[in-house]
């Protein structure tokens, strides 16, 4: 690749004007701004940078759906697919309230970045439906997904667009989406989507993928501080899958996990928390309480109710954000005590908090790499559909230890080689596996010299 000089935002200026009146905060925008350091330190064509400008295919579609007392109620949907250039696109579906289209694009332009760090034969793409699916029978939320697939299905498929769980949706979804392409295409088509039921070819650890994606990733960072489990603290905003499923690792492996929290609140013992008992407690009554559980016995423990801003604000060793974006921000960075911060949730710290979690210290690892666990266990998946080889959870785990350490080992050394902070040591990765594949292509050297 040839070297280019890039002297103003990756953004061509009127695409960010284009932004700036859609949103006043545009996350895309902001996630974006994220490469300007990492551009820094590689040689990348202007056509590679050119390309990754812009996302290669955005689709909104609207759902008409029959709710169950007769009305019909419309639902905006959405996929991105932003590049396709090391292979299919690739990336989850949300449902939320709040979904929109500058979401999605972001969240496609993360995944491209995410697959070519972790090295996986794959491009960036994303779906999501603005619909708060806790206001829907399970009747409803069948209709919708299998409406969202009726809508999307000439713009996935196995070879073309892979979509997997994201936030508020789960393996009964993605059964009933690839149950309804397959209606569509009239083949049984297993690996247009992934993180499935095993019973319709899912993978064993697809579910608890990102989370232990994240452990692997936290035992392979921590001794470079010469810190262990058993004098670490951590406190966790975010339990739900990923984040309760982490926090259950961590308890078992020794760390002292002090607080953890969903969206009504959180709670804080500086003793640490019985993850396990609290995760029952949970599955059962859909609310967090500090507990201890013998069976089906639970007794409260002494702690503090504290809500998500204290969380964060904890003197803690260890701060996993596992909810959603801009949870730190230029607002509350200042507040932050941890001294090491895992970004399970996609883009959970604003690009504005960066200067001042760097000037107090804090080490953050960052999404990219961090919950690129899901996303490897469903390339995994993939591939045994199309194989039709199925592995032992043992054999998914193991594959999936060896490519989360190798590709955080990867990106330390990048780091300390440039001394450069891990995010911008993170990007510096992808972008070199990106720029290799849009370079390969041809650029505008390989053209001149023809001529």
């Not at 925008?29 to 330190?41: C, I, N, P, T, Y």
């Not at 993605?174 to 070819?201: A, F």
């Amino acid at each position: 690749m040839t070297q280019t000089t890039v002297s103003t935002s990756l953004f061509s200026p009127q695409l960010k004007e284009s932004q700036s009146t859609q949103t006043k905060h545009s996350l895309f925008a902001d996630a974006s701004s994220r490469l300007e350091q990492a551009l820094k330190h590689i040689s990348m064509s202007e056509d590679a940078i050119e390309r990754l400008r812009h996302p290669k295919a955005s689709l909104t579609v609207s759902i008409p759906v029959r709710m169950d007392n007769g009305s019909l109620q419309v639902f905006q949907g959405y996929r991105v697919r932003y590049d396709d250039t090391r292979g299919p696109g690739k990336g989850g579906v949300r449902y939320h309230p709040n979904v929109t289209l500058d979401e999605v694009q972001s969240l496609a332009f993360w995944m491209t970045f995410k697959c070519a760090l972790l090295d996986l034969p794959f491009g960036g793409a994303k779906g999501g439906i603005t619909v708060n699916p806790k206001e829907l029978s399970k009747a409803e939320l069948e209709r919708l997904s299998r409406g969202y697939i009726d809508a999307i299905a000439d713009f996935i498929g196995p070879d073309v667009d892979i979509p997997a769980p994201d936030v508020y949706t789960n393996a009964t979804i993605m059964g009933w989406m690839m149950d309804q392409y397959s209606i569509i295409k009239r083949q049984l088509s297993r690996g247009v989507v992934t993180g499935k039921p095993l019973t319709l070819g899912g993978s064993e650890g697809r579910n608890t993928a990102t989370a232990t994606g994240a452990f692997y990733v936290i035992g392979a960072t921590l001794p470079k501080f010469v810190k262990n489990p058993y004098n670490t603290t951590v406190a966790i905003q975010g339990f739900g899958n990923a984040g309760s499923i982490l926090a259950e690792l961590l308890f078992k492996a020794g760390y002292k996990v002090v607080a953890v929290s969903d969206s009504q609140g959180g709670i804080y013992t500086p003793q640490g928390l019985d993850i396990p008992s609290i995760r029952e407690y949970k599955n059962r009554s859909r609310s967090i309480k500090a507990v201890y559980c013998e069976d089906t016995v639970c007794s409260i423990v002494e702690h503090q109710v504290i809500s998500n801003a204290e969380l964060l604000a904890l003197d803690v060793d260890i701060l996993i954000p596992a909810a959603l974006e801009n949870q730190i921000t230029a607002d509350n960075a200042k507040d932050v005590k941890a001294k090491f911060i895992f970004e399970v949730a996609n883009g959970p710290i604003a690009s504005a908090a960066d200067p001042i979690l760097a000037e107090k210290g804090i080490h953050v690892f960052p999404d990219i790499l961090v919950n690129a666990g899901g996303v490897t266990v469903s390339y995994f998946e993939w591939v045994q559909n199309r194989n039709g080889w199925y592995w032992t959870l043992e054999e998914v785990n193991q594959r999936l230890k060896v490519k989360m350490e190798a590709e955080t080992e990867r990106v330390w050394s990048i780091a300390q080689k440039l001394s450069v902070d891990v995010r911008t040591a993170a990007y510096v990765h992808g972008l070199n596996r990106l720029g290799e594949a849009l370079d390969a292509k041809g650029t505008r050297n390989y053209y001149i010299d023809l001529g």
